[in-house]
């Protein structure tokens, strides 16, 4: 079974300034990994998500995350965050390799950028 | 343009009422799924179904009820035996299990 441990229930950063979101997660087998953002009474949207080959991920709206299997590892980066970037973000885990399995979300963290 | 459409947008359910949630989707998905979302609590699962007449249970199943008798269709039932229905819910579709799902914009479900 897979698990998923976001570090920071919330993280408040200035505009301009870069982020990080922790996600570290746990399971036996190889995984696929995602990133969502949630703004305020809106449904998730995809952000990035990892399935195989290279480990740096590129997404939309800037965001970028590392698949660090040694460190089972995820976080998504920032180098410069925008106002319109204060959402709620989920990291999700799922087994990888063609293995059934449904998503496992984390609880969560609420990123808030300040002016 | 393709997507989820979830409705109501906001409910309101009575003691001892059972309330349905729509889910239509048009994505041509073969997996659909129902989650319960609370402050804190992230993304619990409800119910899912991959295939049409097929659907098991999640994490948190008691209290709700589902029905896949479409492809396009997987409306969720918030029983009277949902002690504490109170919460955001959101359906979600996609191809396989493991793959990246795309979201409806939810329904708020609050008891009068």
């Known amino acids: 079974a897979q698990s998923v441990t976001q570090l920071d229930s919330q993280v408040p950063v200035f505009e301009e300034a870069p982020v990080e979101l922790r996600c570290n997660y746990s399971?036996?087998?190889?995984?696929?990994l995602f990133w969502y953002v949630q703004y305020p009474n809106q449904g998730l949207q995809l952000l990035l998500k990892y399935l195989s080959g290279s480990t740096l991920v590129k997404g939309i709206n800037g965001f970028e995350a590392e698949f660090n299997k040694s460190q089972t590892s995820f976080h998504l980066r920032k180098p410069s965050v925008h106002i319109s970037d204060t959402a709620e973000y989920f990291c999700a885990v799922t087994a990888g390799g063609g293995s059934q399995g449904n998503l496992i979300f984390g609880k969560g963290t609420k990123l808030s950028v300040k002016p | 343009d393709g997507g989820i459409t979830q409705s109501p947008k906001y409910l309101f359910r009575k003691e001892g009422q059972n309330v349905t949630l729509s889910c239509e989707q048009n994505l041509n998905h073969d997996a659909m799924y129902w989650y319960r979302q609370d402050p804190g609590q992230g993304l619990r699962l409800i119910y899912y179904?991959?295939?049409?007449?097929?659907?098991q249970k999640g994490d948190i199943a008691e209290g709700y009820s589902v029905s896949r008798e479409k492809k396009e269709s997987f409306p969720l039932t918030v029983t009277s035996a949902q002690k504490n229905p109170t919460a955001f819910y959101l359906c979600a579709s996609g191809h396989r299990s493991n793959q990246p799902q795309h979201f409806g914009d939810g329904t708020r479900l609050s008891i009068l």
């Open positions: 179904s991959q295939i049409v007449n097929d659907f």
């Open positions: 399971s036996s087998v190889s995984v696929y």
